[in-house]
């Protein structure tokens, strides 16, 4: 196969190359009933008339085809994932034990209550925790992401105001914001009015303060940003928000960074949502389904989805009779695989060990940022939080190598790069979030490769350009990846059908 032809480069035999006409990977005792006629089996307009070109082989050469696949993509079981915003932490796989426990994981939705109770007691003490977390009163495990909170929280904002007699039609979102926030924004129905940030990086509070009138519903805002930052007017935003009666809503994808040291609530928030997959180790990014859950203020709780998890002394129940609610956003109560196993984590790391999560992803942060600011821009030069955004606009202007350079470059260092070009407010970005879980030796050899590229970037451009140049799929033109993918193998004579 050419490497022309679709940038693959081939470094083992094609399974179909492999093949041989009559070779197979099973063998069966011989026939001792009468073989029926195919023809009597299947209606005779399914009958193929060729059989499918499959290739003929014996089974360790499947077993080494598809564990071959298997070790050509790149996640957190295989190496560094320093993906900005998506905290793409390691993932014990002891949640995974706990969630395949067949009294979670053979469970019915509809089984009687007597029958459910350990996993109704589960949802219940999980609730616990996230409110305790979050400085909020009520919870519900419905959303089955983080977008999926932001709009349910919407909704609730709504009923809230409506519920006042009010329409309010604005929805305030500051420029760094994750793209999901002002699409939850206008799926919701909302006019998204955008806040620009100040030089520190911050919402701009005068910017803010003429976008105040009776018509905001809410501010929708992460704390750290999406830049890795603390926003130091908080409180003085949420008193803005509310003078007006607006409400809050909390982006809680960054959560990694506060855990212990300040809660939402506390900061005047009226409504978070917790990424699970993110903060609570569920594995993501192909590696599985999501949770959202949203916590929220006593105001908000009458229009919570249906049903709530509730107790009644020992007894755990759904709790569907909530007149006030906006009905259901998901069936059942949510993903409850993946709160099973954020659950497991919680239980294990404790109240100390969620402390200690923040502070080494915070520290983890900051080694990086400090370690490679002299080699690429960093616009916001102030301590971050558990991630933080360099600029590759000096490698851009002075020797014309993008940050998609940089990125494809990474990749032949065993590297997997960081979110580029979001968030837009910072030219060539690179948002960079290490987590807690890699160690000393990790982060300096990701720092090592980032210097090693800058340098490179000086003395021949033109080889990053072309980068990378290890990895099983070479640097592909993404427009057509991306609107034309070419997914499975064809036969040569058949490759440009
Ligand atoms: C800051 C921020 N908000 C919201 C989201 C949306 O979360 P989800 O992907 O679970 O829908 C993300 C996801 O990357 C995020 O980083």
Known sequence: MS?????????????FELSSPGRT????????????????????????EEPPEIPEVSEVDVVRHFVRLSQMNHGVDTGFYPLGSCTMKYNPKVNEDVARLPGFAGLHPYQPREMVQGALQLLYDMGEYLKEMAGLGHVTFQPAAGAHGEITGLFLVQAYHRARGEERSKVIIPDSAHGTNPASGVMA??????????????????????MMDDDVAALMLTNPSTLGLYDENIQQIAEMVHDCGGLLYYDGANANAILGYSRPGDMGFDIVHYNLHKTFSAPHGGGGPGSGPIVVSDELAPYLPVPLVERDGDDYYLDYDRPETIGQVRSMYGNFGVVVKSYAYIRKMGPDGLKKVSQDAVLNANYLQESLKGHYQLDFDRTCMHEF???GSNLKKEYGVATVDVAKALLDYGLHPPTVYFPLIVDESLMIEPTETESKETLDAFIEAMIDIAGRAAEDPDDLHGAPRHTPVRRLDEVTASRRPVVRWYPEEDADA
Not at 25 to 48: H, K, Q, T
Not at 194 to 203: A, K, L, N
Request: cysteine-free; charged content about 35%; aromatic content about 4%.
């Open 3 to 15: 490497d022309e032809k679709n940038g693959v480069a081939v470094k083992e035999p094609l399974i």
């Open 189 to 210: 129905g909302y006019t998204v009015v955008e806040v620009p940030s100040d030089e520190r990086g911050d919402v701009d509070l005068a910017a803010l303060e003429e």
């Open 389 to 391: 955004v360099l600029s």
């Open 25 to 48: 990977g099973y063998s069966l005792p011989e026939l001792d009933v009468p073989a029926e006629p195919l023809e009597d089996l299947v209606p005779e307009d399914m009958i193929r």
